[in-house]
């Protein structure tokens, strides 16, 4: 197990609601990344947190927001779903930003109908 | 941003032979790699990385070897074991992204 939790494990929601995930990361990680994974793809990364910044961000609408607290657990939150929004959504942290190893947790399943 | 692409989506192997899955990158200015395994149900977990100043490195049973003038990315599994069925994935880093490849369903057959 890598440390890294992931709330809640599974989650319905119809299209046009808002969803709320969360994720803790391992003990003494600074850095939370996000990734959207859609069955037989590889994860795609929406974006990263560092200290609370958001540090990068990949080809995600402005719909995808995060948050990252003081005790470095994250939140990614989508507004408006759609059908597409349906995923496998994993949360990874890692030691320092950049190109330190990620560890990945569990994921949280969306399916929006 | 940069696609990373694996040459086979499946590959069957008898239990105890050794597997290869390969992984092609694009940008040549990435400079460290990671091969991720994922069963089903499970968040892709870490196997070994290479630094883009290497070309080869080994960990338990797995060997990491990287080709940069081809920009080619391979994991080699030793004495495969039914354990090692999953999805493998490649991802290269440049920035601060890692770019993850389709994946590779690997399946020992016993």
């Known amino acids: 197990e890598t440390g890294v939790t992931q709330s809640p494990t599974h989650l319905i929601k119809t299209r046009g609601q808002q969803v709320t995930l969360r994720c803790s990361s391992q003990s003494g990680h600074n850095t939370v990344s996000w990734y959207q994974q859609a069955l037989g793809q590889g994860p795609q990364f929406i974006f990263q947190y560092y200290r609370e910044e958001e540090n990068g961000r990949g080809n995600f609408p402005p719909r995808f927001s995060g948050l990252q607290f003081p005790n470095y657990s994250s939140e990614l939150n989508v507004n408006a779903l759609e059908l597409d929004d349906s995923a496998l959504y994993l949360c990874a942290s890692s030691l320092r930003q950049s190109t330190d190893t990620q560890y990945f947790g569990p994921g949280t399943r969306l399916t929006v109908l | ?110």
């Open chain 2, 1 to 110: 941003g940069e696609s990373v692409g694996l040459h086979l989506p499946t590959l069957s192997v008898q239990e105890g032979d050794n597997s290869i899955i390969n992984c092609a990158y694009s940008n040549s200015a990435s400079d460290y790699f990671i091969w991720y395994k994922q069963e089903s149900g499970k968040g892709p977990q870490f196997i070994i990385d290479i630094r883009s100043n290497m070309d080869k490195r080994q960990g338990q049973r797995v060997t990491v070897l990287l080709n940069k003038t081809v920009k080619h990315l391979s994991l080699q599994i030793a004495a495969t074991q039914p354990g090692d069925s999953a999805v493998y994935f490649c991802a290269e880093v440049w920035g601060n992204q890692f770019y993850f490849g389709t994946g590779t369903s690997l399946t020992v057959i016993p």
